[in-house]
């Protein structure tokens, strides 16, 4: 009963605190450019400004436009139900397995470059086919990475790995680790930060198929997209990165967790943004070399964990 | 068994009826239709009584002394019944509109042809002699290829040329596997090949034969160039019926073969590697080429290439559980695969249908000409979004069950095997991976580009929805794939009696109330709780908007012209489907080569034959190496032969059949001879 209330907290405290994390990332990318920069809570009030604002759609658009942004935050708040962040085991571990978390990943995508079509809109489209390239081009290098270290803690349960990963129970730990690197370098890259996007530019890969969305739906695939920002870091820290999580349902083991939680999310999303600061935005053809290395980093994890180093 | 003797018979009378009516071609149809109805529908009867409780084989005599005909209604030939016959169903009932597409062109012969079609692949399926096994087989053929060229245009008649050529290419390599068990045993029944111990290397020619043969029914890569051709050149709802049905009879086959005829002789391991290769490469490469193309139809029948490579998977892991001896990897295997051909076959079916409806309505197969049809035709729309959403595995529909249950059974046979395993799944699991991605390219294309944005010709403009009949049959199989998704749970249970029933080992258990496990790594899902959670979490997004809006002065409007970057939209604007195809081969240009490397030249294809048979002669013990060299010549010869496909020599492959037939003939009467 415990898990479930802890199930739901978290997924309202994932809709709550994504704009704040978005927010912070601005804050901070302004900061690095030694500009003053919008309040951390810019999100928020642009946001509730535009739930004020009238919802319009093209007329050649059809229910996939409409559903789209609410499934889209419902598939998120469904992901992030399963994943350990608080506590080492998944509050909910019918939702915790891996390869169910990377096929629920794969709807919003769907969805996202339908809807961008569905406007009738050749410049969202464009975008929405731009979206789920990426998808062909990460999730190969991201199972790879997964499949090494499925082998080496034996379970798909996304709890299960953080616990053998975390008390360093798994085969090969170079191995394992190696294959982290591999697979935070595809979650960097489905973050839709530059080099690869600039999501605040509204003309790129990732606000480009949300051209034609306004008010409320707007303001939901807002909230959405920084949501799955926020899920893919947590995948990442909960496979990879789970040490101080809390092993047992006491409250001082589950504040330390909070805490350690959020001192990772802040220092990834710090990572991220010095990453940001320092590169420049890519060729979108150039997307798939990059690919390749992760591939590249995955297959020496594989060689590595056969070899038994 | 009664019941199948009845379906046999409606169809030979619908097949007859059909035939003698040609001249009334409404009365045909209608009276066709209905024999074919009721000839599947108890056909589908005896199928699924064939699957709970098996049948015991009944012989009948026949003027053949050497060939008793007996049949013989197991768990998995039952599980083939349904689910031909179960697409049967829909395909004749939807053929009773369909068909006035077809009005004077033959539609007498048409429901003739398509009565012996059925028929002859629910005899191949119960059939436990090698004698009618083959030629059930041959007719099942050749009554496919008078539906394949029923347009009678140059495109269909050259389509059903290849199509014929590569049967028989099939064909021949299975009869010969068949005569080297018969052979060995000196009895055409299947039920001595059971008991008899082939020694090892009888027992992998047999297999390789039979894969590669049984592989170019199901039209696996590298025999897959005929399936997209085939095909779509067939009125949709025996597209369907041949995508989602005829194709199956291909890996039945190859299960029957390996894990039921050679079930005394044993496993080798690396037959199951190679299928997980095969099967690898071709989910990869069928994809990757269905998501090139334009036409519809043609998209739908590559994607069953990748769904067949997805099958193979779970029959390869199924295989390697075997040669490693633990049951609950091979029971696992075989019951993704078997889940998975259930899944195929009723969405491909259904994609099919919904194509078909669409084609009825505009009259074009080209993509960039539809546009705007959800608007037009919501039902079709609306089960073809849900038939796309299966088939590229969206929790919690079907598709993913199924390919759930495949990555469980690779990835516990990866940590159960040696490096060479691992190395081979590692790849197999990528190319599921990106496969699964590309799947989602792919029929975002064919939804979107079909079905969505603003009309792109005058008669996608035009178009209204389709009579009640054919919507009716796309909205059965939709519901089909939702229950199977939600409902997995309960229904694993079956495919696991059936897995264990063929593979005569203890089944796993994957299934404890609400979810589905994998025993060996312990991993859980359940497709109810995430069906309930989904709808629950994006209904409470939608209320909330709802409220939003409602407590609006402006209310929302959805009138507007789509901003294109401050220009009036033109119709040229619009999205097409060559723009998908154009930025995924600029990525993925390496398949793309391949496949013109595969046109240009079909020594390729003898090199694969030649690589295959070098990889298989290195497995094998020094022991064998004679008898797998013999082997090896004798495939490169045949593979040789093979280059004259794309060399255009048609009179080849007409003295091919010819010397089938003769060399069948001179067998049967040898053994006759032995017999006496």
Redesign the interface.
């Known amino acids: 009963m415990i898990l479930i209330i802890l199930a739901c907290l978290q997924?309202i405290l994932l809709v709550a605190a994504a704009p704040l994390v978005s927010g912070s990332a601005r804050w901070m990318r302004a900061k690095f450019q030694t500009r003053k920069g919008p309040p951390i809570l810019q999100d928020y009030y642009d946001i509730s400004k535009l739930?004020?604002r009238?919802?319009?759609?093209?007329?050649?658009?059809?229910?996939?436009h409409r559903?789209m942004?609410?499934?889209f935050?419902?598939?998120m708040?469904?992901i992030f139900?399963g994943i350990p962040v608080v506590t080492r085991f998944s509050p909910i571990?019918?939702?915790g397995?891996v390869?169910?978390i990377?096929?629920?990943m794969?709807?919003p995508?769907?969805f996202f470059?339908?809807s961008a079509?569905?406007?009738?809109?050749?410049?969202?489209?464009?975008g929405?086919?731009?979206e789920?390239?990426i998808?062909?081009?990460v999730?190969?290098a991201?199972?790879?990475a997964l499949?090494?270290t499925?082998?080496a803690t034996?379970?798909?349960?996304v709890g299960?790995m953080g616990m053998m990963v975390g008390s360093f129970a798994a085969v090969n730990p170079v191995a394992v680790a190696l294959a982290g690197v591999a697979f935070a370098c595809a979650c960097y890259m489905e973050l839709g930060k530059l080099p690869y996007d600039l999501a605040e530019a509204e003309q790129e890969l990732q606000e480009g198929p949300l051209?034609?969305y306004s008010?409320?739906?707007l303001a939901?695939c807002k909230i959405a997209l920084y949501m799955k920002q926020i899920v893919v870091v947590s995948l990442l820290v909960a496979i990879f990165i789970p040490f101080g999580s809390a092993t047992e349902l006491t409250v001082p083991a589950m504040a330390l967790g909070l805490v350690l939680y959020l001192a990772k999310v802040v220092v990834i999303f710090f990572i991220c943004t010095i990453f940001e600061n320092v590169v420049a935005r890519v060729r979108f053809?150039l997307f798939?070399h990059q690919t390749w290395t992760v591939?590249g980093i995955a297959?020496l994890a594989?060689v590595f964990?056969?070899?038994g180093i | 068994m009664l019941l199948f003797g009845i379906s046999i018979a409606l169809s030979v009378i619908g097949a007859a009826a059909s035939i003698l009516l040609k001249r009334a071609e409404s009365a045909s149809r209608l009276v066709g239709s209905l024999f074919g109805v009721a000839a599947a529908a108890c056909a589908l009867a005896a199928g699924c009584l064939g699957m709970f409780t098996p049948i015991e084989p009944i012989s009948v005599a026949t003027p053949f002394f050497f060939a008793t005909f007996t049949l013989l209604i197991n768990p998995l030939s039952g599980l083939l019944l349904v689910v031909i016959n179960l697409l049967g169903v829909v395909a004749w009932i939807y053929g009773i509109e369909y068909l006035k597409e077809y009005t004077g062109k033959g539609i007498g012969s048409l429901g003739m042809f398509m009565h012996i079609f059925m028929a002859a692949m629910c005899l191949v399926l119960v059939s436990d002699n090698v004698f009618w096994f083959l030629v059930f087989f041959e007719i099942m053929a050749i009554s496919s290829y008078f539906l394949v060229i029923v347009q009678q245009d140059e495109k269909s008649v050259k389509a059903g040329f290849l199509y014929l050529v590569m049967a028989h290419v099939g064909y021949i390599m299975i009869m010969i596997a068949f005569f080297v068990m018969s052979s060995q045993t000196g009895s055409f029944d299947f039920s001595s090949f059971r008991v008899a111990e082939f020694s090892p290397a009888i027992a992998s020619v047999v297999f390789v034969l039979c894969f590669l043969g049984f592989g170019c029914k199901a039209g696996m890569v590298p025999f897959h160039s005929w399936l997209p051709l085939a095909h779509p050149a067939a009125p949709s709802h025996i597209s369907a019926l041949m995508s989602g049905g005829m194709i199956k009879i291909g890996i039945f086959g190859i299960v029957k073969v390996t894990f039921d005829l050679l079930a005394a002789s044993g496993v080798e391991l690396w037959w199951g590697l190679l299928v997980v290769v095969i099967g690898a490469v071709s989910c990869v490469l069928g994809i990757a080429y269905a998501i090139a193309e334009r036409d519809i139809k043609r998209l739908l029948a590559y994607c069953s290439v990748e769904n067949i490579g997805i099958i193979l998977l779970g029959v390869g892991t199924a295989l390697i559980g075997v040669a490693l001896e633990i049951p609950a990897i091979a029971g696992l295997g075989l019951l993704a695969a078997l889940f998975h051909l259930l899944n195929h076959a009723l969405y491909k079916g259904m994609l099919f249908f919904g194509a078909g409806s669409v084609i009825y309505r505009t009259h074009t197969r080209d993509m960039s000409k539809l546009g705007?049809l959800?608007?037009a035709m919501p039902v079709t729309?609306l089960c073809f979004?849900l038939g796309a959403?299966a088939i590229?595995?969206?929790?919690p529909l079907n598709g993913?069950v199924s390919?759930?249950f495949t990555?469980?059974s690779m990835?516990s046979a990866?940590?159960a095997g040696g490096?060479l395993v691992?190395?081979v799944?590692?790849f197999a699991?990528?190319s599921?991976?990106?496969t699964?991605?590309?799947t989602?390219?792919c029929?975002?294309k064919a939804?979107?580009?079909s079905f969505?944005?603003?009309a792109r010709s005058e008669k996608a403009h035009k178009a209204t929805e389709v009579p009640f009949v054919m919507k009716l049959c796309v909205i059965l199989l939709t519901a089909c794939c939702i229950c199977l998704g939600i409902g997995a749970p309960w229904v694993v249970g079956f495919f696991v009696t059936i897995s264990s029933s063929v593979l005569l080992l203890p089944g796993p258990e994957v299934a404890a109330g609400i979810?589905l496990v994998?025993p060996d790594?312990?991993?859980?899902?359940?497709t109810p709780?995430?069906a309930v959670?989904?709808i629950a979490?994006?209904?409470?997004?939608?209320i909330i908007?709802a409220v939003?809006?409602s407590s609006?002065r402006?209310?929302?409007?959805?009138?507007?012209?789509?901003?294109?970057?401050g220009y009036q939209?033109t119709d040229d604007?619009?999205?097409r489907a060559a723009?998908?195809g154009a930025?995924?081969q600029?990525?993925?240009k390496p398949l793309y080569t391949i496949r013109a490397a595969l046109a240009a030249q079909a020594a390729t294809v003898s090199q694969l034959f030649q690589k295959t048979v070098s990889g298989a002669d290195k497995a094998q013990g020094l022991g064998d190496r004679y008898l797998v060299d013999t082997v090896a010549q004798g495939v490169t010869w045949l593979s040789k032969k093979m280059q004259g496909i794309e060399g255009g020599n048609f009179r080849i492959y007409v003295l091919y059949i010819v010397v089938a037939l003769v060399a069948l003939l001179c067998i049967a009467i040898i053994a006759g001879g032995g017999a006496l």
């Open positions: 997924a739930f004020k009238q919802d319009l759609h093209t007329k050649d658009s059809s229910f996939v559903l942004p609410p499934l935050i419902g598939v708040m469904l139900m571990p019918l939702l397995d390869i169910l990377i096929y629920l794969v709807l995508r769907l470059a339908l079509i569905d406007t009738g809109s050749s410049y969202a489209g464009v929405g086919i731009r789920l390239l998808g062909v081009l999730e190969p991201m199972l790879l499949f090494v499925i082998l034996g379970t798909t349960n299960e051209s034609e008010g409320p739906s939901y053809k798939g591939v297959a594989l964990f056969v070899l | 705007g959800v608007r729309a979004f959403l590229s595995a969206i929790p993913f390919e759930w990555y469980q990835l990866a940590l490096p691992r190395i799944f590692a699991v990528v599921l991976a990106l699964g991605a590309l989602v390219v029929f975002v939804f979107g580009i969505l944005g603003a979810t994998n790594l312990g991993s859980a899902i359940s709780l995430v959670l989904l979490l994006i209904t409470l997004p939608l908007r939003f809006k609006q402006q209310k929302p409007d959805a009138s507007k012209e789509p901003w294109q970057c939209p604007m619009a999205m723009s998908f930025p995924v600029v990525f993925l």
